[in-house]
């Protein structure tokens, strides 16, 4: 299984802005889709955003679109989640996962990845 590491969550105010990484351990980054998760308190685990491996096409959940933008780089085996106008309703553990040539149709599920990073806090106040 390929090795993830969330960083640059932290404590900002709303209207704020964060970036987010995720690093994985493969030298065939460019073969895996990636996704961002989030799961606020006492709610479930929710799909952020996903690139593809290949054509790096992005995907957003509604609430997201506009605010939220992911990107990778392929060369330092990065993704990273620019996240504007962040509201309180975004404080959450931000998790990302990954997997192999996964189809791209069903990147919005879980049941795509087999790779999990351990999480990185994001935390909104009003």
């Known amino acids: 299984q390929v090795q993830l590491v969330e960083s640059g969550g932290g404590s900002v105010r709303a209207g704020d802005s964060l970036t987010l990484a995720c690093e994985a351990s493969?030298?065939?980054?460019?073969?895996?889709?990636v996704a961002w998760f989030r799961q606020a308190p006492e709610r479930g685990r929710e799909f952020v955003a996903a690139?593809?491996?290949?054509?790096?096409?992005?995907t957003y959940a509604d609430s997201m679109k506009g605010r939220f933008t992911i990107s990778r780089d392929n060369a330092k085996s990065t993704v990273y989640l620019q996240m504007n106008s962040l509201k309180p309703e975004d404080t959450a553990v931000y998790y990302c996962?990954?997997?192999?040539?996964?189809?791209?149709?069903?990147?919005?599920?879980?049941?795509?990845?087999?790779?999990w990073g351990q999480g990185t806090q994001v935390t909104v106040s009003s």
């Open positions: 996962a990954t997997g192999m040539m996964t189809s791209w149709p069903r990147a919005t599920s879980e049941d795509q990845y087999n790779s």
């Open positions: 493969t030298r065939t980054f460019d073969l895996y889709t």
């Open positions: 690139i593809a491996w290949g054509t790096s096409s992005t």
